[in-house]
């Protein structure tokens, strides 16, 4: 007699097969390194919020928001690629591509550029 499969997220769990661990875990790894990535774009709209760069409140504002809704589009990002990756794996599908990466160079690029146009002001 099997025990039934209690894991969650069912939708990814409960279709196909277990793959090989080692490709579970690097999906895990891969999960984690882009929530790092949400934290580190996190403490950098709260270290653009809290420290005077000597520019408008409006511009350090929206350099501050620009920064936390890239972490929430990073995470999000990454627990979609998670999901979408295990379950490929379990089905034997090919795996899926992520626009996510490219969205978050975009978004890193524009708030760089933001930051050389403030550093050459100041």
């Known amino acids: ?13 409960g279709a ?3 793959p090989d661990p080692r490709f579970s875990l690097a999906n895990e790894r891969t999960f984690l390194a882009w929530v790092r990535t949400s934290l580190a ?15 408008r409140d409006v511009v350090a504002a929206t350099l501050s928001v620009l920064l936390a809704v890239a972490a929430l589009g990073c995470v999000a990002g990454a627990w979609s690629g998670w ?6 794996m ?10 996510a990466g490219a969205v978050l160079a975009v978004v890193v690029a524009l708030a760089a550029v933001a930051m050389l146009v403030i550093g050459a002001r100041g």
């Open 16 to 18: 196909g097969t277990d």
């Open 1 to 13: 007699m099997t025990t039934p499969d209690r894991r969650w997220p069912r939708r990814v769990y």
């Open 90 to 99: 379990r089905t034997s599908a090919p795996l899926p591509s992520n626009v």
């Open 83 to 88: 999901v979408r990756t295990e379950r490929a």
């Open 41 to 55: 774009l996190l403490a950098g709209a709260a270290a653009v919020h809290v420290v005077d760069l000597g520019v």
